[in-house]
């Protein structure tokens, strides 16, 4: 156990919050989610999947291809249709927004 835990260190796993700072809005018809990402995850990497109800947000740190941070969002509506999740990444910010099948939210 002190093995991992080690790793994790060395990863540099005690930069990352536990809980990075992060919003859900329903506007116009979509859902919007912002993170706010620690200076320690690369913003090139940032990967987003939907699947049901849950949409999962993966983060690579910089200089560990091996350490990805990953979070994960219940929306309150299915996001299974391509197109339905746009992402952005700004100034440490990623928005990623979710559209309704008839524009709709909720």
């Given at each position: ?12 796993w ?23 990402l620690p ?8 990967k ?11 983060v ?43 524009g709709?939210?909720?």
């Amino acid at each position: 156990m002190s093995r991992i835990a080690r790793n994790m260190v060395e990863g540099g796993w005690d930069d990352v919050p536990a809980h990075p700072a992060a919003d859900m809005r329903e506007r116009d018809g979509h859902y919007d989610i912002l993170v706010a990402l620690p200076g320690t995850l690369d913003p090139q990497s940032v990967k987003v999947s939907a699947a049901g109800n849950v949409l999962s947000l993966f983060v690579n740190a910089y200089g560990q291809s091996r350490a990805t941070f990953v979070k994960q969002f219940f929306i309150p509506c299915g996001a299974e249709r391509a197109g339905a999740v746009v992402t952005s990444v700004s100034n440490q910010t990623i928005r990623i927004r979710i559209s309704q099948p008839n524009g709709s939210a909720g």
